[in-house]
């Protein structure tokens, strides 16, 4: 067996296990436990949350004090639980009035079915991902979390400076649970600054220093 179907499989029957819909959980996992990213009491988002496995992390980590809403066009499968809310529908027809307080963290997983064209499917994981990063922008308080899947192209090199700009502090990670063939790796924002800051002036192009 292929050292990769090997770890495939460990993450797999991991989550069968302890009760997680899909092994995708050990990728936030991992990221949480590195960049603190979700605390007790927290209100978190969720978006592209099917089947289900951050989201009951989520509600697991943030506790009856908490929330962890989740939003996806799939259903979910995992218990119902009092600090879960779902949302079945899809991100780009969600308006900020859906709610009604802000979040401390944003999360995206979402990404949809690849065509196996390297530029289409960068593109619409860029898509997804410039999405959820206007929706966080929105809802998140000052000093929230922000994660995102992206798939890896020139394009999500930009994103990640945009992302950067918002943030006290921005990385890029790829859990180990990320199959070894996907292009697939996140972007974690920390301590959400509220703005972009005003651009330097060689940035805005009229070249100098500021005085
Ligand atoms: C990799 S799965 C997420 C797995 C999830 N994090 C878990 O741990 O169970 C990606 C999800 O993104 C969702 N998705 C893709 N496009 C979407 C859209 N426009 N709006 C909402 N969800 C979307 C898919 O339906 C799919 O369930």
Known sequence: ??????????????????????????????????????????RVLDLGCA????????????????????????????????????????????KESDFKDKFEAVVSDLSSKTSGVKFLDAGKSLELAEKAFEIAKSVLLPGGNFVCKIFQSELSDEFFKK????????????????????????????????????PSREEAGLGGFRT
């Not at 859990?175 to 959400?192: D, H, N, Q, T, W």
Request: aromatic share 12%; hydrophobic share 35%.
């Open 1 to 42: 067996m292929y050292r990769k179907d090997r770890q495939n499989e460990f993450y797999t029957t991991l989550a069968k296990k302890e009760g997680y819909p899909a092994r995708s959980v050990y990728k936030l996992k991992e990221i949480d436990e590195k960049y603190k990213i979700i605390r007790e009491g927290n």
């Open 51 to 94: 089947p289900g496995s951050w989201l009951l992390y989520i509600s697991q980590k943030v506790g009856e004090k908490g929330k962890a809403i989740g939003v996806d066009i799939e259903e979910i499968k995992i218990p119902q639980k009092a600090n879960i809310v779902f949302i079945k529908r899809s991100v780009f027809d969600l």
């Open 163 to 198: 992302v950067k700009n918002c943030f006290d502090f921005a990385k890029k990670i790829r859990p180990k649970a990320v199959i070894k063939k996907s292009k697939e790796f996140y972007i974690i924002g920390r301590g959400f600054t509220h703005q972009n800051p005003a």
